[in-house]
């Protein structure tokens, strides 16, 4: 349960005593204060976390103006947004996806060990077909672009905090050219675009080199090309690099 859904309990317990006592009364405002109750418990409790002060601000401010929504937290980077969906348990966490500390992807993965009723979106200002598939084969919930009109991004954090899955401006890249990757392929292709090594990247991922290797052949096979060079200048083409 979250920390809204206990808070509700506490006021609807509070609300039912006032009605209570008002029954011997023919006041309309008993029972308008269990309507209201209910309407304040409708509330989404939600937890931003994004290093830029500025564009976060103008963010909270547009939740806020959301009949239902209510900002309980906010973090300028991602080990401060750990510790604050730990303690908080939000309904929901929308996550810059480059923040200091912990990207919004590392942030999930951990924040989600210890708040697994909350509901997660990443926010980015650069989507790709790799971050889509890291994200979605993690669970994320939702992911969000920064230069979407505000109203879009309300409406997608409306949606996501009600229990939907909205990747807003995104879509797989399918049918177009582009392979589809596995999480895994995305990571080692990542650790080559860096210039790690077989062994480096191993030691990275906690694989084995041949492991390693395996996964650049297929690589390879997926975009048809027949060197390291090749796979990383079209893989940045096809936008499957996210470094």
Same mark, same amino acid.
């Given at each position: 349960?979250? $920390?809204?859904?206990?808070?509700?309990?506490?006021?609807?317990?509070?609300?039912?005593?006032?009605? %209570?006592?008002? $029954?011997?009364?023919?006041?309309?405002?008993?029972?308008?204060?269990?309507?209201?109750?209910?309407?304040?418990?409708?509330?989404?409790?939600?937890?931003?976390?994004?290093?830029?002060?500025?564009?976060?601000?103008?963010?909270?401010?547009a !939740?806020?103006?959301?009949?239902?929504?209510?900002?309980?937290g906010?973090?300028?980077?991602?080990?401060?947004?750990?510790?604050?969906?730990?303690?908080?348990?939000?309904?929901?966490?929308?996550?810059?996806?480059?923040?200091?500390?912990?990207?919004?992807?590392? =942030?999930?993965?951990?924040?989600?060990?210890?708040?697994? %009723?909350?509901?997660?979106?990443?926010?980015?200002?650069?989507?790709?077909?790799?971050?889509?598939?890291?994200?979605?084969?993690?669970? !994320?919930?939702?992911i969000?672009?920064?230069?979407?009109?505000?109203?879009?991004?309300?409406?997608?954090?409306?949606?996501?905090?009600?229990?939907?899955?909205?990747?807003? #401006?995104?879509?797989?890249?399918?049918?177009?050219?582009?392979?589809?990757?596995?999480?895994?392929?995305i990571?080692?292709?990542?650790?080559?675009?860096? #210039?790690?090594?077989?062994?480096? =990247?191993?030691?990275?991922?906690?694989?084995s080199?041949?492991?390693? %290797?395996?996964?650049?052949?297929?690589?390879?096979?997926?975009?048809e090309?027949?060197? =390291?060079?090749?796979?990383?200048?079209?893989?940045?083409?096809?936008?499957?690099?996210?470094?």
């Open positions: 349960m979250s $920390s809204g859904e206990q808070a509700c309990q506490q006021e609807q317990k509070r609300a039912q005593g006032q009605v %209570d006592d008002r $029954s011997s009364q023919e006041s309309p405002e008993g029972p308008l204060t269990a309507n209201r109750t209910h309407a304040k418990c409708s509330s989404f409790t939600i937890v931003l976390a994004d290093d830029h002060a500025f564009s976060v601000s103008g963010l909270r401010n !939740i806020e103006a959301m009949e239902g929504f209510s900002v309980v906010q973090a300028g980077n991602g080990i401060d947004a750990i510790s604050l969906i730990k303690r908080l348990s939000p309904d929901l966490a929308v996550l810059d996806m480059s923040m200091p500390g912990a990207n919004g992807l590392e =942030t999930f993965l951990e924040a989600r060990r210890w708040s697994p %009723d909350t509901r997660f979106a990443l926010l980015t200002g650069n989507p790709s077909p790799a971050l889509f598939t890291q994200a979605t084969e993690a669970g !994320i919930d939702g969000l672009v920064k230069n979407q009109p505000p109203e879009e991004i309300c409406e997608a954090i409306a949606s996501i905090a009600r229990g939907q899955k909205v990747f807003a #401006g995104l879509a797989r890249e399918t049918g177009s050219g582009t392979p589809e990757l596995t999480a895994r392929e990571e080692v292709l990542q650790c080559l675009a860096r #210039g790690m090594s077989n062994a480096g =990247t191993a030691g990275q991922l906690g694989i080199p041949k492991t390693v %290797d395996s996964h650049r052949t297929n690589l390879m096979k997926k975009l090309v027949h060197s =390291t060079a090749a796979l990383l200048v079209k893989a940045m083409k096809l936008g499957l690099l996210d470094v």
